[in-house]
């Protein structure tokens, strides 16, 4: 059975993937930097916006859009993947896959839902315990939205449109509801 192709011009998905068995896809803070480094190339060279990230040790979240018809975001993942599973086996002295699986995808169709995903990823090191606050976490978008970090991987004025003000986006961010109605399937 053939499925329907869901990648089309923008169009917005939360992708996400796991190591195998749980395990570590980040084995240093080198990797980590290097992960942002190919999402920086190839978000450019297949024109994704990066809406919210969050790199944690065995998994990850991305909530992009695709801003072409023809440059998928199917192909921007696979790339980064591909690039990142090489480099990560070259490195470690390690052969086969570093990935659980393919990595998962959910388009969002509702732009009211769009604050939940972002925050749901940005609190995912909160939640596994890695920082207290979405602000001490080095390897998510947080800080870029807050505007106490100056980087240039994230569209935050795409992000901040789906706000009244920054003061609201901030407080909405910052407010400790870990409870929101979006789950994934980990």
């Given at each position: 059975?053939?499925?329907?192709?869901?990648?089309?011009?923008?169009?917005?998905?939360?992708?996400?993937?796991?190591?195998?068995?749980?395990?570590?896809?980040?084995f240093?803070?080198?990797?980590?930097?290097?992960?942002?480094?190919?999402?920086?190339?190839?978000?450019?060279?297949?024109?994704?916006?990066?809406?919210?990230?969050?790199?944690?040790?065995?998994?990850?979240?991305?909530?992009?859009?695709?801003?072409?018809?023809?440059?998928?975001?199917?192909?921007?993942?696979?790339?980064?993947?591909?690039?990142?599973?090489?480099?990560?086996?070259?490195?470690?002295?390690?052969?086969?896959?570093?990935?659980?699986?393919?990595?998962?995808?959910?388009?969002?169709e509702?732009?009211?839902?769009?604050?939940?995903?972002?925050?749901?990823?940005?609190?995912?090191?909160?939640?596994?315990?890695?920082?207290k606050?979405?602000?001490?976490?080095?390897?998510?978008?947080?800080k870029?939205?807050?505007?106490?970090?100056?980087?240039?991987?994230?569209?935050?004025?795409?992000?901040?449109?789906?706000?009244?003000?920054?003061?609201?986006?901030?407080?909405?961010?910052?407010?400790?509801?870990?409870?929101?109605?979006?789950?994934?399937?980990?």
């Amino acid at each position: 059975m053939h499925k329907t192709r869901i990648f089309h011009k923008n169009t917005f998905h939360h992708l996400y993937n796991r190591g195998v068995n749980k395990e570590l896809i980040f084995f240093e803070k080198e990797n980590y930097y290097y992960f942002l480094r190919k999402l920086k190339l190839y978000k450019e060279k297949y024109k994704v916006d990066i809406l919210a990230y969050s790199l944690m040790p065995n998994h990850f979240h991305l909530f992009v859009k695709q801003n072409s018809e023809e440059l998928t975001i199917s192909s921007f993942i696979s790339s980064i993947l591909n690039s990142y599973v090489k480099s990560i086996n070259k490195m470690h002295k390690r052969s086969g896959t570093l990935f659980e699986s393919k990595t998962k995808n959910k388009q969002i169709e509702d732009e009211n839902y769009f604050v939940w995903i972002i925050k749901y990823i940005l609190e995912n090191p909160v939640k596994a315990g890695l920082c207290k606050t979405i602000l001490e976490y080095e390897f998510s978008n947080a800080k870029d939205l807050l505007g106490l970090r100056n980087g240039n991987l994230t569209n935050t004025d795409e992000v901040k449109s789906y706000f009244q003000s920054f003061d609201q986006m901030k407080e909405f961010l910052l407010s400790s509801s870990m409870h929101s109605n979006y789950k994934t399937d980990f």
